[in-house]
T-cell receptor, first 113, second 112 residues
C-alpha cells in the first residue's frame, strides 16, 4: 500500500540555523499539507499546497517558513532561522482530492537547542 | 471561530468494555469527519471517517455516529482490547477549507 514518507526522522539543530524537512507524498495525490504537533498537544495545521502554490496557511506559518515542490515527487518545508519553540513533530500529509482522506507521513522530530 | 472540541481528554476502560469519545464542531457546512489513532511516537492513522450524508458508519469494532443538527460526532469502540490504547483525535474541515482542524485528543487506556 502506498505511504507518505518523510526524512529525516529526527533532526537536531541549533537556534538560528536553517532546516529543510522532506516529504514524498503518495504519487497520485494532488493536495499536500504540513502539520506540526508539539509534544503532548494536538495536531496543528501549518500550510496547504495545491497546483504548485500555497492554498492556505496558518498564523504559525510566518515568513520564516516556506514550502516547495521542487520536482514531481518531493514536498519540502524550510524553516529559515529556527527558534526554540519550533521544536515539535512535523507531519506531512497528502490527499488525492479535496475532502478525501488525508494520509500522514511518519513525521520528523525537530529539536532546536 | 474555527473550533473542534473533544471530550474526554482521558478515558480508562476495562478490557472488553466500550469506549465513547465525542467531538463538536463549529461549522454547520462541514461534511467530512475523520478519526485518527496515534500511538506513542507514531503518525496519526486514519481509522474511520464519515461524510455528512450518513448518520452512522461501522467497521468491525469501531463505529462513528454523526448528528448534523447538533454538530457533533462520536467514536464508539466496542469489546476494547489492550492494543486500542492510544490517543484518538477527531478532525473536521471547517469553513470551506480542505485543511483539517483537529480536536485536542483523548488518551484512551484499556485496563487488562
Amino acid at each position: 500500500e502506498p505511504e507518505v514518507t518523510q526524512t529525516p526522522s529526527h533532526q537536531v539543530t541549533q537556534m538560528g540555523q536553517e532546516v529543510i524537512l522532506r516529504c514524498v507524498p503518495i504519487s497520485n495525490h494532488l493536495y499536500f499539507y504540513w502539520y506540526r504537533q508539539i509534544l503532548g498537544q494536538k495536531v496543528e495545521f501549518l500550510v496547504s499546497f495545491y497546483n504548485n502554490e500555497i492554498s492556505e496557511k496558518s498564523e504559525i506559518f510566518d515568513d520564516q517558513f516556506s514550502v516547495e515542490r521542487p520536482d514531481g515527487s518531493n514536498f519540502t518545508l524550510k524553516i529559515r532561522s529556527t527558534k526554540l519553540e519550533d521544536s515539535a513533530m512535523y507531519f506531512c500529509a497528502s490527499q488525492f482530492t479535496d475532502y478525501a482522506e488525508q494520509y500522514f507521513g511518519p513525521g520528523t522530530r525537530l529539536t532546536v537547542t | 471561530g474555527e473550533n473542534v472540541e473533544q471530550h474526554p481528554s482521558t478515558l480508562s476502560v476495562q478490557e472488553g468494555d466500550s469506549a465513547v469519545i465525542k467531538c463538536t464542531y463549529s461549522d454547520s457546512a462541514s461534511n467530512y469527519f475523520p478519526w485518527y489513532k496515534q500511538e506513542l511516537g507514531k503518525r496519526p492513522q486514519l481509522i474511520i471517517d464519515i461524510r455528512s450524508n450518513v448518520g452512522e458508519k461501522k467497521d468491525q469494532r469501531i463505529a462513528v455516529t454523526l448528528n448534523k443538527t447538533a454538530k457533533h460526532f462520536s467514536l464508539h469502540i466496542t469489546e476494547t482490547q489492550p492494543e486500542d490504547s492510544a490517543v484518538y483525535f477527531c478532525a473536521a474541515p471547517l469553513f470551506g477549507n480542505e485543511k483539517l482542524t483537529f480536536g485536542t485528543g483523548t488518551r484512551l487506556t484499556i485496563i487488562p
